[in-house]
Structure formats: C-alpha cells, structure tokens
C-alpha cells in the first residue's frame, strides 16, 4: 500500500497543476480579449460614420464641365476624373465633392471629409 499513496499525490499534485495553468491561460486570454474589445469600442464609438439616411440628404447633382462647381476635377477617393454627367455630391460644410457612390461608402466608415478632414457632424 506504501507505493500507491505517493501515486495518487503525484496524480493529484500534477492535476491541480494542470488546472491552474489552464485557468492562467483562460483568464489571460479573456482579460487580453476584454483588452482588445475595449480598444475596439473606443476606436468605434469616436468615428463610427455618418447614418445612410443623413448621407442621402446631402445635396447631390451632376458633374458638369462647363459650370464647374467643385473645386477639383477629380474624386479624392477613387482618384478617378469626373465626367460629364457623374453624380456628385458635395459636403455642405467645405464645399468639397465626390462620386455619391464614393462618399456613401466612406461616410458609411468616417464621418469626415476625405479631402479636408473636416467632421461633418459633432
Ligand atoms: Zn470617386
Ligand atoms: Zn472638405
């Protein structure tokens, strides 16, 4: 009998040993998620765009060469040239333009202006 409690010990000692790594590494990955999903909170709720239905209120027209309204004749985010007849939109706040497909998509992720960076809303 003398051989077998030192066994169990060893078997009990090396089982508590286990779940306390485990439990490390369970509380050290959770407390690094929490971390992460803070940081990720935080980036989220200072920029999280502008609303759909505020983009779609922005004064739209069409790209006409020959009255040129906006300031430059190419869409900073696609880098691409206007052409006569682009829908354009163009931000109130600066004055500045873009394709409407170009700046839903990036109001949809900033809500500031590509070109000047200025916040159009708060
Ligand atoms: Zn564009
Ligand atoms: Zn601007």
């Known amino acids: 009998m003398s051989s077998v409690k030192p066994d169990f010990i060893l078997v009990h000692a090396a089982l508590i040993m286990i779940m306390v ?3 490390g590494i369970i509380v050290f990955t959770y407390s690094g998620t929490l ?8 980036i989220t709720s200072a920029d999280k765009g502008i609303e759909k239905k505020v983009v779609e209120a922005l004064p739209k027209s069409a790209y006409d ?15 691409m040239e206007y052409a006569d007849g682009d829908k354009i939109r163009v931000l109130p706040e600066c004055g500045h333009g873009f ?5 839903e998509k ?15 809303i708060g």
């Open 106 to 120: 990036w109001l949809g992720l900033q809500s500031s202006c590509p070109s000047c960076r200025r916040k159009l």
């Open 65 to 79: 060469s020959d009255r040129r309204k906006i300031s430059t004749g190419d869409c900073v985010i696609c880098l």
């Open 21 to 23: 790594a485990v439990v």
């Open 35 to 42: 971390r992460h999903q803070s940081i990720a909170n935080r």
């Open 99 to 103: 394709h409407v497909g170009c700046i």
